[in-house]
């Protein structure tokens, strides 16, 4: 067999197989014409072709004829009057072309064959035709002898015409039948020189696959003994490689290798150190046998599915040995197939890394633990590269922003939210930046926005990190939230200035109220004391002049305590005003009947002017009101000596309607600075005012608090100094009765009014209280005096006892003698038994007659307290007498009898 190889070795060569490729096709071809040509007889196809173009050829003649035909008739018809010249020359120009095609045709067609003795008949009958035309027709119509051209037209010309014309369809019919009898034969010819050069092709194409399949096959079998020789090389060396792999596996790895369900078939000696399972006691168990629970049900349904594919798999396994140490190990498990690539087992390979993975835990724990300090450290920390890109920034810091550290990071520290909200900051930290990198400790306060719009102000600090060698590798930015703390010390030195202020409004008002106090009470002693020397040596106008003297003191102390008292019940929140429907009008005409005394007493016009049309009926608390207007007016007329006051009254027309009442004065006037310190407790224009003209400070504070709480406003509207000033009183509270009527026209006046306080006093009755026992509570000498003087002095009879308990024990001793008080005055301070406790026990006794609460008490709540426990009425301290009478009138029923009213009824 390698003998007979030996020689077709050359056949390996692409050349060789292209060139005898080639061979075959040039020799193919070369047999394929010459059979072509042996076979067809010398007739090629194309002449075949040629052949069929004779038709076209044969046709002309006739046609031919019917033109020389036609001209003919056209020449014998004398109804036309023909041109016979030109007809006789076209009927020359016919018989020549038909002798030039005959001499074609002649030289063409074989002799004695059909096709020959039929043109031979055609030309004879032709030649006939155009002898009788040239010897006959022509010369008898050149001599007009119509009638015998026709003769010879119909019948001579017409017999030889048809004999040419059956000629040439004979010789068209026999050429074409002689023509489709070549066409056969060459087709069938043809057919067969195909056949026989593709059958020669075939063979050689044959004859070439088979000579390529045999080199093919020389080739592979050479091929296939080299190739069983290097198998059998790299077997062994494989084996080789695989015995030192698997020692220095079972050296260094823990292996194991199961069935395809998963029982353990092998474990190496690495397998059952760490395990602590002896070898008997793995083979035939699974890897549940030392399943740590660590991995859940879904991990290892995974594994399972992705090994079952015939896939490598990986992953970091939590074990536990035979004693429940649990311990890590790496594995890979590989799919092992046989030759029909089914998989009959798995090799497990593992690598101890529970020392790795403890690390790691512990790492983790560490850094989970350093995090958390991180992110839960108060202050705000952050961490910068060098150049001051953001690392990382604690949750405090970010959340204070509002951003996430993917925001921030890889940003410069400057272009991050907490520092985009002003470019002098932004400059000052790249500066300070540029600082630490060099290894310096920045340190400042500055004010950045919260999210939530707040200005926080932060303690900021910025060191480096410098690593081993001393370079600056980091720079670590903190930030402390010192808002509190400065606000705190905002609040203390707010608080000191306060209190400072505090120190001397109070040092200034306790001088104000010193003097206010001392003038007044100056005069009070020193008239007191002259009259007590000896009222007899005294004129008696001066001892009037006297009693007028420390009856206006008194009342100017009066008023100090009650603006003091005032103050002190709107500070607290315990005024209350009581709104209800009045008479502006009646109110602004009491309030001048008042002060018109004071303005009569410095020369001064007082009068009330109104500017447009009112509503006469506002919601007001008369009472508050009448003290507002009183206050404006008084201090108009305290620092004005000379010119006028005026009211001056208006409706302003608006969203809602609001009165309008301005108190003009030409008085000493205010700068810009004393105006701004106005409304203010204890505070008057300058010192020199306080006293010039006296008060405390307290008036315009408690107009301006009295008018807000009944929804109203008093503020300056200008002052001059030396030209005056100009306050307003705005009332919002219209009536809502619908009737907006004109008090007086614009521009109507009022003014002077004569009526004075002392009227009031002269038309008081002598006896309003006539027969009324009355029983006084009191534990104050002088009071107790006062009082029953006042009262004897209307017609009353007034019985006087020091305490609550003597109180009870005279109303029930008058009770049980039929002679009962008419009315209790109970004041409510007292030793023994105050009032509260007396006037409870007598309701809780069954009394029933008035008792009016008595007492120096005029905080607001004491009127309500007193009518709590049983008191019918308040009346409060100083005593007026004519409102104490009054008040008395109001609850004294005064019995018929005068049985119990004979007798001294006084106590003295």
């Known amino acids: 067999m390698g003998s007979f190889v030996q020689p077709l070795r050359y056949l390996r060569h692409p050349g060789v197989l292209t060139a005898i490729g080639g061979l075959c096709l040039i020799l193919g071809s070369v047999a394929y014409h010459i059979f072509d040509r042996i076979r067809i007889d010398g007739v090629l196809y194309r002449q075949i072709v040629s052949d069929k173009d004779l038709i076209a050829d044969i046709l002309p003649p006739p046609m031919f004829l019917v033109e020389s035909y036609a001209t003919a008739w056209e020449l014998t018809d004398a109804n036309h009057q023909p041109d016979v010249e030109r007809l006789v020359t076209r009927l020359r120009d016919h018989e020549r072309a038909f002798e030039a095609r005959m001499n074609v045709w002649r030289l063409t067609l074989k002799p004695r064959t059909p096709q020959y003795n039929a043109w031979h008949r055609s030309g004879d009958s032709a030649e006939q035709f155009f002898a009788v035309l040239n010897d006959k027709l022509i010369p008898a119509v050149q001599h007009q002898d119509y009638d015998a051209a026709q003769h010879l037209l119909q019948n001579d010309l017409r017999t030889e015409y048809e004999i040419h014309h059956a000629a040439i369809d004979e010789l068209v019919q026999v050429t074409r039948q002689q023509i489709a009898q070549v066409e056969r034969a060459a087709r069938h010819d043809l057919t067969l020189s195909y056949i026989v050069?593709?059958?020669?092709?075939?063979?050689?194409?044959?004859?070439?696959?088979?000579?390529?399949?045999?080199?093919?096959?020389?080739?592979?079998?050479?091929?296939?003994?080299?190739?069983?020789?290097?198998?059998?090389?790299?077997?062994?060396?494989?084996?080789?490689?695989?015995?030192?792999?698997?020692?220095?596996?079972?050296?260094?790895?823990?292996?194991?290798?199961?069935?395809?369900?998963?029982?353990?078939?092998?474990?190496?000696?690495?397998?059952?150190?760490?395990?602590?399972?002896?070898?008997?006691?793995?083979?035939?168990?699974?890897?549940?046998?030392?399943?740590?629970?660590?991995?859940?049900?879904?991990?290892?349904?995974?594994?399972?599915?992705?090994?079952?594919?015939?896939?490598?798999?990986?992953?970091?396994?939590?074990?536990?040995?035979?004693?429940?140490?649990?311990?890590?190990?790496?594995?890979?498990?590989?799919?092992?197939?046989?030759?029909?690539?089914?998989?009959?087992?798995?090799?497990?390979?593992?690598?101890?890394?529970?020392?790795?993975?403890?690390?790691?835990?512990?790492?983790?724990?560490?850094?989970?633990?350093?995090?958390?300090?991180?992110?839960?450290?108060?202050?705000?920390?952050?961490?910068?590269?060098?150049?001051?890109?953001?690392?990382?920034?604690?949750?405090?810091?970010?959340?204070?922003?509002?951003?996430?550290?993917?925001?921030?990071?890889?940003?410069?520290?400057?272009?991050?939210?907490?520092?985009?909200?002003?470019?002098?900051?932004?400059?000052?930290?790249?500066?300070?930046?540029?600082?630490?990198?060099?290894?310096?400790?920045?340190?400042?306060?500055?004010?950045?926005?919260?999210?939530?719009?707040?200005?926080?102000?932060?303690?900021?600090?910025?060191?480096?990190?410098?690593?081993?060698?001393?370079?600056?590798?980091?720079?670590?930015?903190?930030?402390?939230?010192?808002?509190?703390?400065?606000?705190?010390?905002?609040?203390?030195?707010?608080?000191?200035?306060?209190?400072?202020?505090?120190?001397?409004?109070?040092?200034?008002?306790?001088?104000?109220?010193?003097?206010?106090?001392?003038?007044?009470?100056?005069?009070?002693?020193?008239?007191?004391?002259?009259?007590?020397?000896?009222?007899?040596?005294?004129?008696?106008?001066?001892?009037t002049e006297a009693a007028e003297a420390i009856y206006r003191n008194g009342q100017n102390l009066l008023e100090i305590i009650n603006d003091v008292l005032d103050l002190s019940k709107i500070e607290s929140g315990k005024m209350e005003v009581q709104l209800s429907i009045q008479s502006l009008s009646e109110i602004l005409s009491d309030v001048v009947t008042l002060m018109q005394v004071r303005a009569q007493g410095k020369r001064l016009e007082l009068r009330v002017e109104y500017e447009t049309a009112i509503c006469d009926s506002v919601s007001t608390d008369p009472l508050r009101l009448r003290q507002i207007l009183i206050n404006l007016i008084g201090n108009a007329l305290k620092f004005t000596e000379i010119g006028s006051v005026q009211i001056l009254v208006r409706q302003v027309q608006q969203e809602n309607d609001q009165i309008e009442i301005d108190v003009v004065d030409t008085g000493i006037g205010m700068t810009t600075e004393q105006q701004e310190r106005l409304f203010h407790p204890f505070t008057q224009a300058d010192a020199s005012t306080t006293r010039q003209y006296g008060g405390t400070g307290l008036g315009l504070t408690i107009c301006r608090r009295l008018a807000e709480m009944m929804h109203g406003e008093v503020f300056i509207v200008e002052s001059q100094p030396g030209q005056g000033s100009r306050f307003r009183l705005v009332l919002h509270n219209l009536a809502d009765s619908g009737e907006s009527h004109s008090l007086v026209d614009a521009g109507d006046q009022t003014k002077d009014s004569q009526t004075s306080p002392s009227a009031d006093e002269a038309s008081k009755p002598q006896g309003a209280l006539s027969g009324a026992r009355i029983l006084l509570a009191e534990d104050g000498q002088d009071n107790q005096k006062l009082i029953r003087f006042v009262l004897q002095k209307v017609g009353a009879s007034v019985t006087v006892v020091d305490n609550g308990k003597l109180a009870i024990e005279a109303v029930t001793e008058a009770s049980a003698n039929q002679c009962p008080y008419d009315v209790v005055l109970m004041d409510m301070q007292m030793p023994v038994m105050d009032g509260y406790l007396a006037t409870r026990t007598l309701r809780d006794q069954g009394y029933l007659s008035p008792i009016i609460a008595l007492t120096a008490h005029s905080m607001v709540g004491d009127r309500e307290e007193c009518l709590a426990i049983g008191c019918n009425d308040y009346c409060s301290k100083p005593v007026n007498r004519t409102e104490l009478i009054a008040l008395i009138a109001k609850y004294a029923h005064v019995l018929p009898s005068t049985a119990c009213r004979s007798g001294n009824a006084e106590t003295p």
């Open 197 to 543: 050069g593709l059958a020669a092709f075939v063979g050689l194409l044959v004859v070439t696959i088979v000579t390529v399949l045999f080199r093919s096959t020389i080739l592979a079998v050479g091929q296939a003994q080299k190739t069983a020789r290097q198998m059998a090389e790299a077997r062994l060396a494989a084996m080789k490689i695989a015995e030192e792999y698997r020692a220095a596996l079972d050296a260094s790895a823990i292996i194991a290798i199961t069935d395809r369900k998963g029982k353990i078939l092998h474990a190496n000696d690495q397998f059952i150190t760490i395990s602590g399972y002896n070898r008997q006691e793995l083979i035939g168990a699974d890897h549940r046998i030392i399943n740590s629970g660590y991995h859940p049900r879904e991990f290892w349904i995974k594994m399972w599915k992705t090994i079952q594919r015939g896939e490598v798999w990986e992953a970091e396994i939590c074990n536990r040995t035979k004693s429940g140490r649990p311990y890590w190990v790496y594995t890979t498990i590989v799919p092992i197939r046989d030759l029909h690539d089914n998989i009959q087992e798995f090799v497990a390979i593992r690598f101890d890394i529970t020392d790795r993975k403890n690390l790691e835990s512990e790492q983790r724990l560490q850094a989970s633990r350093a995090r958390v300090m991180f992110d839960q450290a108060y202050q705000f920390v952050g961490l910068l590269e060098r150049d001051g890109r953001v690392i990382d920034a604690n949750r405090t810091a970010l959340n204070f922003a509002g951003v996430s550290l993917a925001d921030v990071a890889g940003k410069y520290f400057w272009d991050t939210p907490w520092w985009s909200h002003s470019k002098e900051m932004q400059i000052q930290l790249r500066e300070a930046v540029q600082q630490v990198a060099q290894g310096e400790t920045v340190r400042y306060v500055t004010d950045h926005p919260s999210p939530d719009g707040k200005i926080v102000t932060v303690d900021f600090l910025m060191k480096p990190v410098f690593d081993d060698n001393g370079r600056v590798i980091w720079i670590v930015p903190e930030g402390h939230d010192i808002s509190e703390l400065h606000r705190r010390k905002q609040e203390l030195r707010k608080a000191k200035e306060a209190a400072e202020t505090a120190n001397r409004s109070k040092s200034e008002f306790l001088a104000n109220m010193s003097h206010e106090i001392r003038t007044p009470m100056t005069a009070i002693l020193g008239y007191a004391e002259l009259l007590a020397d000896d009222t007899a040596a005294i004129e008696q106008q001066l001892v």
